[in-house]
């Protein structure tokens, strides 16, 4: 299994990557070459589908149509800690806790909805519910909750995000200050001068 991992990205373990489908793969640019192809299925999944966004197993099954012919783990949840998420046990509790608080968020306006996309999108890569793909997962997630609720999506550099560099870096550094309690940069760096509409 190739290891060479951009900073802040999760590993596999052994038995996780045990779960590889092709055979074929032999580097990390196998593997990231593989993986975008059969997100790219998933993203046209999430153009035509009318499940609900805010829904646990739509959540599983964004995860499953990015992955499953790459992981025979695809859209299942963690069970093993890693080094970014919460403890695995408590997944299940805390996606239905993040689904339940969005749909609050929504009917009582609590915030701008470009505002709640990103606390939710924050949220769920914290949470860290999958193996891994949570991020690039947590980004496309985010894309149909903005879509289903009328706004366009942000602007992502996914390309630039999933390798070293600064745009990586910037979009890190934003996560972890939300950690904080601090959404500013995070909303700065996605929604920057959007007005809600």
Same mark, same amino acid.
């Given at each position: 299994?190739? !290891?060479?991992?951009?900073?802040?990205?999760?590993?596999?373990? =052994?038995?996780?990557?045990?779960?590889?489908?092709?055979?074929?793969?032999?580097?990390?640019?196998?593997? $990231?070459?593989?993986?975008?192809?059969?997100?790219?299925?998933?993203?046209?999944?999430?153009?035509?589908?009318?499940?609900?966004?805010?829904?646990?197993?739509?959540?599983?099954?964004?995860?499953?149509?990015?992955?499953?012919?790459?992981?025979?783990?695809?859209?299942?949840?963690? %069970?093993? $800690?890693?080094?970014?998420?919460? =403890?695995?046990?408590?997944?299940?509790?805390?996606? %239905?806790? &993040?689904?339940? !608080?969005?749909?609050?968020?929504?009917? $009582?306006?609590?915030?701008?909805?470009?505002?709640?996309?990103?606390?939710?999108? %924050?949220?769920?890569?914290?949470?860290?519910?999958?193996? $891994?793909?949570?991020?690039? %997962?947590?980004?496309?997630?985010? =894309?149909?909750?903005?879509?289903?609720?009328?706004r366009p999506n942000f602007e992502w550099k996914?390309?630039?995000?999933?390798?070293?560099?600064?745009?990586?870096?910037?979009?890190?550094?934003?996560?972890?200050?939300?950690?904080?309690?601090?959404?500013?940069? &995070? &909303?700065?760096?996605?929604?920057? !001068?959007?007005?809600?509409?």
């Amino acid at each position: 299994m190739p !290891d060479d991992l951009p900073p802040g990205a999760t590993s596999v373990d =052994d038995d996780e990557a045990e779960s590889l489908i092709p055979s074929h793969i032999q580097t990390r640019a196998d593997l $990231n070459a593989w993986e975008q192809a059969n997100i790219l299925a998933a993203v046209r999944w999430t153009r035509r589908t009318r499940a609900p966004v805010l829904d646990q197993p739509t959540i599983r099954e964004l995860h499953r149509r990015m992955f499953d012919r790459t992981w025979e783990w695809a859209g299942r949840y963690r %069970h093993s $800690n890693k080094n970014l998420g919460i =403890d695995w046990p408590q997944i299940t509790v805390a996606v %239905h806790d &993040l689904v339940e !608080d969005g749909r609050l968020w929504i009917a $009582n306006e609590t915030f701008p909805m470009d505002e709640i996309a990103l606390r939710l999108h %924050h949220r769920l890569v914290w949470i860290h519910p999958f193996p $891994n793909g949570n991020g690039r %997962h947590g980004r496309l997630w985010t =894309d149909m909750f903005l879509r289903q609720n009328g706004r366009p999506n942000f602007e992502w550099k996914n390309a630039e995000l999933d390798l070293p560099g600064e745009a990586r870096t910037a979009y890190i550094r934003a996560l972890q200050a939300a950690d904080d309690g601090d959404y500013g940069p &995070l &909303l700065e760096l996605l929604a920057g !001068d959007r007005r809600q509409g």
